[in-house]
């Protein structure tokens, strides 16, 4: 009995060093694959991080020039706004104090009275651009009928200043357009329809002079004109000034 026990004991000890020598050596080598495969994966791993670390760059960097360009493109466009403005406000200068001279053709042109003789007459035609043979006209007149001559100058006077504020107020209007993508809509609808009202003022007879039809309406239609010439001016400044601040 104690033989036998003692027989089992031997065998036991004899190969029990095989399978420990066996699950170390799985065990080592599960430990070996693991640590190879955590090596990929974190090598995969660092390679995404780095990856996505530059698209992050790269989008930071677009975000940042994008924002540069959209601040460069205001500020460009902030200036050709204020540059409109001014553009604008000089023409409307312009037509404001020609409506004033339109005034004065409802009493009569002052330069008229101070003619005297006829190289004031000539002179005055020669910077209305009458042909030659409008001054011979007009010269000729004058010698035998000086209230009828001063009537064809006024007349000449009234047409020119109608053609330059006609001139002036087709530039507004082409300005507006111009500088549409500068102006704010409502102050496009407002110039466009001060040129409408401009233009529909005057379609009246030339062959009339102003003074001498009496008409109220035309005189309420120029003050009104005159008045609201100037309150744009005066929109355009205070838009301007208020910007400028904004800005400072």
């Known amino acids: 009995m104690d033989t036998g026990i003692s027989n089992i004991i031997d065998m036991v ?20 694959s693991f640590n190879k495969k955590l090596q990929k994966q974190k090598a995969e ?38 540059e ?8 409307l200068t312009r037509l404001f104090y020609m409506f004033g001279e339109l005034q004065l053709f409802l009493w009569g042109p002052v330069e008229i009275l101070t003619m005297t003789s006829t190289n004031d007459v000539v002179n005055t035609l020669e910077k209305l651009d009458c042909n030659q043979n ?24 009234q047409k020119d200043l109608k053609k330059k504020m006609m001139e ?13 993508l500068y102006l704010p809509i409502n102050m496009r609808n407002i110039l466009l329809n001060f040129y409408l009202q401009v233009e529909e003022s005057f379609r009246e007879n030339d062959k009339q002079l102003w003074r001498t039809t009496k008409n109220e309406v035309l005189e309420r239609r120029i003050k009104q004109l005159l008045e609201e010439c100037k309150e744009i001016m005066n929109k355009m400044v205070t838009d301007l000034s208020g910007e400028l601040s904004n800005n400072s």
Do not use: C
Not at 60 to 79: A, C, G, M, S
């Open 134 to 157: 409008g001054i011979n006209k007009i010269v000729t007149t004058w010698n035998t009928d000086k209230e009828q001559a001063k009537e064809m100058i006024e007349l000449l006077m």
């Open 168 to 180: 002036i107020a087709s530039i507004i209007n082409d300005k507006t357009v111009l500088w549409s």
């Open 84 to 91: 409109a403005y001014m553009d604008m406000h000089k023409y």
């Open 45 to 82: 791993l660092d390679k995404d991080i780095k990856y996505y670390d530059q698209r992050l760059t790269l989008l930071t960097e677009q975000v940042k020039f994008n924002h540069i360009r959209r601040n460069e493109d205001f500020k460009l466009w902030t200036i050709k706004r204020h």
């Open 13 to 32: 000890l004899k190969y029990s060093p095989i399978p420990i020598g066996l699950w170390g050596y799985y065990a080592f080598h599960k430990q070996h």
